[in-house]
């Protein structure tokens, strides 16, 4: 399997999701990861067997625009995501306000700030 | 032996297993083992049940539900912990959202370890609960429980 | 227009195993609208590559789901070795696949009885999970243990399986072959079971292609969306995917029926066609930079895992996106306008594991 990788603006996930599902591609998955000072994004689109992945920057404290309006399904991965790491997705069609995973630990998959140290 | 320690009724319930031993505890009833052949049936409703099978460790999420089941069921009764989640995490003791075994919210009388618990091994921890059954039973017609 | 009322169903529900909850908003008897809530069973197991690292993983990655465990750490162990450029020799790659094909067939089984036990066909389970008992001892006699195995690891798979072990495990796929063959007929051809499952919960392609479903649910509807049929190893061995056109409950039911006899020719040509050689390469090292992706059709779909290193013995990342994860907004779909009865129908026929979907 090819692995494609691909860096994105914050700014523009929503627009390449747009194009994307014009051009027939599949949601697969949105993941995050924990960094120090902020978080990464890893949205996955699969088209015919052929992944591409996107990779965004997301600093602490800023939002995203939410991909729901086109990939409906996403609200499942956008939900996790706000209550692990704390990331707000702006203009959900779905949103639980923190209320999808409920746990003990506040956004437990959230690093540390720069200052804090790595 | 008396009459709910012929026929004891159980209740399961899965607090966050990793499903490995919710299956086999409904193994256990299926004609392989067959539990029913001990006089026991698996019931969805807490007030009819003498024996609570628990799967997986207890979080902040079920911790009530638990204790709710728990508290419903009339006395005599007997908690068996299925699994070693149950009894003490396991795997998971060190994730976030893991507070720990059962033993940390209600009182266990029978652990029965494995990862899964094997069905053989989880008829015999019902089976030794059916003798704490009988003890409390003996105990509260004494009147000393 | 009746008025509208909103029922709880679950987290504990005779029909389910496991706790999910859903919020149904009726009007009368039809449903208008299905909130699911998760979270009974969040460990936050991925959380833990921080104090594991890579190879103990693969035995905490194995215990996110207790039915499709193998198929867990297969898919865990692909992308580290994809990762760390690790060739798995020929044999392992088999046996890696004949385990993962037996899983399919217990997991279907193990679903066939739920499916029979939510119609109330009670003696129909037992049978289902009867049979199931058979893969479970292949299990048991090679790697000792039923339901969590921890047969795979990073560079092959933990020890091999003896010609005569073989022979076994083809032995007992022609039995459970004729076993299957005679109860399956009971869920394609009872008149009780077609009326539960026919029309019933109807996904038609366009849904599936827009709320992205994966697995049975989506071959059901008519969507060609196998892991299986990208991977070499699969086509080697004559792979294609099963494909039912009408998009309801029993189609569902008919597409893992089938899967079950397919699953079951692939290990008999598996096993006839075995190259023989290690079935473990040595892996050494701490793990690369970078990252990985790999995917695995698990039994209810489509399963995603990455990994991503930092050049230590531990990731900075572990993920796995689970089929019933994705399949979640389908069964939000087909629940809205279905009668209240239907919905513990419904719910079954996506074969959710909750376990898996919050890990």
Redesign the interface.
């Known amino acids: 399997m090819t692995q494609k990788y691909l860096k994105l603006d914050a700014s523009d996930v929503l627009g390449t999701a747009e194009k994307l599902h014009e051009e027939g591609y599949r949601m697969v998955q949105i993941c995050g990861v924990t960094k120090n000072g902020y978080s990464e994004l890893l949205y996955s689109f699969d088209k015919d067997h052929d992944l591409v992945n996107y990779k965004v920057d997301v600093p602490f404290g800023t939002s995203v625009m939410s991909i729901t309006p086109v990939y409906w399904a996403a609200f499942v991965y956008e939900n996790e995501i706000h209550d692990l790491f704390g990331i707000d997705f702006m203009d959900s069609k779905l949103d639980y306000k923190g209320n999808f995973f409920?746990?003990?630990?506040v956004t437990?998959w959230k690093g540390k700030d720069h200052e804090e140290g790595a | 032996m008396s009459y709910s320690t012929k026929s004891p009724w159980i209740l399961h319930?899965?607090?966050?297993?990793?499903?490995?031993?919710?299956?086999?505890v409904?193994?256990c009833l299926?004609?392989?083992y067959d539990l029913e052949r001990f006089g026991i049936i698996n019931t969805?409703d807490p007030k009819q049940a003498d024996l609570l099978l628990i799967t997986?460790?207890v979080?902040?999420?079920?911790k009530g539900?638990v204790k709710q089941l728990y508290e419903q069921m009339p006395e005599p009764k007997v908690v068996v912990a299925v699994g070693i989640c149950a009894c003490s995490g396991g795997?998971?003791r060190?994730?976030?959202?893991?507070?720990g075994g059962i033993d940390t919210v209600i009182p266990v009388d029978v652990y029965v370890p494995g990862?899964?618990a094997?069905?053989e091994s989880i008829i015999d921890g019902v089976v030794k609960g059916l003798e704490v059954l009988e003890n409390k039973l003996n105990k509260m017609r004494e009147g000393t429980l | 227009m009746g008025k509208r009322t909103i029922v709880p169903f679950g987290?504990?529900h005779?029909a389910l195993?496991?706790?999910i909850h859903l919020d149904l908003e009726l009007e009368d008897e039809k449903v208008i609208r299905a909130i699911p809530s998760i979270?009974?069973?969040?460990?936050?197991?991925e959380?833990?590559v921080e104090?594991r690292d890579y190879e103990q993983m693969t035995?905490?990655m194995e215990?996110?789901?207790?039915?499709c465990?193998f198929g867990h750490s297969y898919g865990y162990t692909s992308a580290v070795e994809g990762l760390m450029g690790v060739d798995v020799p020929e044999r392992a790659n088999y046996l890696r696949i004949m385990f993962h094909e037996l899983s399919r067939v217990h997991s279907h089984l193990?679903w066939l009885?739920l499916l029979a036990d939510g119609l109330g066909f009670d003696s129909l389970?037992?049978h289902c999970?009867?049979i199931r008992?058979k893969v479970l001892d292949v299990f048991e006699a090679i790697t000792g243990?039923?339901?969590?195995m921890s047969f795979c690891k990073v560079g092959g798979v933990r020890k091999d399986v003896s010609p005569d072990m073989l022979r076994m495990v083809r032995n007992v796929c022609d039995d459970v072959e004729e076993e299957v063959r005679k109860t399956s007929g009971v869920f394609m051809k009872d008149s009780s079971i077609r009326n539960r499952l026919c029309g019933t919960g109807i996904l038609t392609r366009e849904d599936v292609l827009d709320l992205n479903a994966v697995g049975p649910v989506a071959r059901g509807s008519g969507v060609e969306n196998d892991a299986r049929t990208a991977e070499p190893m699969y086509r080697n061995l004559g792979f294609e995917a099963v494909l039912r056109d009408e998009g309801d409950c029993w189609a569902r039911c008919i597409v893992r029926v089938d899967e079950i006899f397919q699953s079951l020719d692939l290990i008999r040509t598996a096993i006839d066609t075995i190259p023989s050689g290690e079935f473990c390469a040595v892996v050494k090292g701490p793990v690369p930079e970078g990252d990985y992706t790999f995917r695995v059709e698990q039994p209810r779909g489509e399963g995603f895992y990455y990994v991503q290193g930092n050049g230590t013995k531990n990731l900075s990342r572990a993920r796995v996106r689970t089929p019933t994860n994705i399949n979640i907004p389908a069964m939000v779909k087909a629940l809205q306008g279905c009668d209240l009865q239907d919905v513990s129908m419904l719910v079954i026929t996506i074969d959710p594991?909750i376990?898996c979907t919050e890990r």
Not at chain 2, 13 to 24: H, K, Q, R, T, V
């Open positions: 409920r746990m003990s630990a437990p | 319930y899965d607090a966050s297993s990793c499903n490995g031993c919710d299956i086999e409904l193994a299926t004609p392989l969805g997986g460790a979080n902040d999420q079920n539900v795997v998971f060190e994730c976030y959202n893991i507070l990862c899964a094997r069905p | 987290p504990q005779p195993p496991e706790p979270g009974y069973v969040h460990r936050g197991l959380k833990l104090k035995y905490v215990r996110v789901c207790g039915i465990s193990l009885g389970f037992m999970w009867r008992e243990a039923r339901v969590i594991c376990s």
